[in-house]
């Protein structure tokens, strides 16, 4: 409803942009250091993700580096460099400003509610470092379409984080990426995931020194892990449940006069079907590190080379067949709230973790 139109006889009226819903606004302006506006700028929001130690270790890992969702908005700055956001409801987000040439700015817990006048925001953006390369198979061909992913090495704030900073670039015909928005002086692990091949990803971080550096990588074609989920009581299928698996080495520094191949690790994920079946292809030859399974009411199943369960080994081109039976779990709620005022805290992060075993949650 637009009160006090004026209308008049043979005359149109523009009444501009109206905007439906609730007057949730982020505005902003993204700069260089400098304080030069820069136009054409993406800004994107996202929801935010479950901080690693709610998700389990494994399949937020897995998730965050293998997973691509879809911004909740997204726009690019103007002439000036302003940018607004107009479609978000009441929420916590987490916010990327990314313009080649330029190293990425991600912000967190950007918070954006009706009750709240809009939020103005200066996002400054440093000069960008750019990693490129060819990403070839074994044979040498080139792989058009490839995705390769630069992950900002946290250490161990990567436990307490929810985001995972990365940034994307796609192959060409010949092979070639260029990944131009890292930031100098920077450490990255590097990914490299394309149709056909085994997902490889570099545990040994590549500290970013030069305006530009080179990195080639190899794709080989791998194995697969099939097998079912069923409900260990009754032994009917578990349909839905997430299969996650790890193989090579995925967790501390490269072992010393390690080769290059000890120093790289690969993920797969897949879904049960409706008779609990799952198949994941392309796994990277090796050893299985982790698999996991998590379906909504049933204990985390975890099979790990640290428990004495783990999974046979993958061979390039061969089929391991592993069985999975769940236990049927508990659930607990509440309600949070603040101690002081008695009133309810909306967004807060509960977490349950298993006594003495983290690695299940």
């Known amino acids: 409803s637009i009160q006090g139109v004026n209308v008049v006889r043979g005359t149109t009226t523009d009444l501009g942009d109206v905007m439906l819903g609730a007057n949730v606004v982020l505005r902003g302006r993204v700069i260089d250091g400098t304080g030069r506006p820069l136009p054409g700028t993406s800004v994107a929001v996202f929801t935010p993700r479950r901080s690693v130690i709610s998700e389990g270790f494994i399949f937020s890992m897995v998730d965050q580096a293998t997973s691509f969702p879809a911004p909740v908005e997204q726009v690019l700055t103007d ?81 307490n984080s929810t985001t995972l900073e990365r940034d994307v670039a796609l192959t060409d015909e010949s092979g070639t990426y260029a990944l131009d928005t890292l930031t100098q002086g ?25 305006k ?94 640290w428990t004495g369960n783990g999974w046979p080994d993958v ?11 769940l236990e049927p779990g508990g659930s607990v709620g509440g309600v949070v709230t603040d101690a002081k005022t008695n009133e309810p805290i909306p967004y807060a992060e509960v977490t349950v973790l298993p006594q003495g075993n983290p690695w299940r949650a």
Do not use: C, H
Request: proline share 5%.
């Open 79 to 159: 002439d000036d460099g302003w940018f607004t956001l107009v479609s978000l409801e009441d929420g916590s987000y987490r916010l990327e400003a990314r313009q080649s040439g330029y190293a990425t700015r991600y912000e967190t817990g950007v918070v954006v509610s009706e009750e709240r006048p809009a939020r103005d925001m200066t996002i400054v953006l440093g000069d960008g470092a750019t990693v490129r390369g060819r990403v070839v198979d074994d044979t040498g061909k080139p792989i058009a379409g490839a995705r390769v992913l630069a992950m900002k090495d946290m250490g161990r704030r990567f436990f």
């Open 315 to 325: 061979e390039p081109g061969g089929v391991n067949e592993v069985v999975i039976e």
């Open 186 to 210: 920077t450490t990255y692990r590097f990914g490299v995931m394309a149709d056909g091949f085994a997902p490889v990803f570099s545990m040994a971080g590549m500290e970013v020194m030069q």
């Open 212 to 305: 530009v550096e080179t990195q080639d990588f190899t794709l080989v074609r791998g194995g697969s892990i099939v097998g079912r989920v069923t409900r260990k009581d009754n032994g009917e299928p578990v349909v839905g449940a997430r299969v996650v698996a790890a193989v090579g080495r995925m967790m501390g520094p490269p072992r010393r006069g390690g080769n290059e191949e000890e120093q790289k690790a690969g993920t797969g994920t897949a879904t049960t079907a409706e008779d609990g079946t799952f198949r994941i292809e392309n796994m990277m030859p090796g050893p299985v590190m982790s698999g996991q399974v998590k379906a909504p009411g049933y204990v985390t199943f975890t099979a790990s080379m």
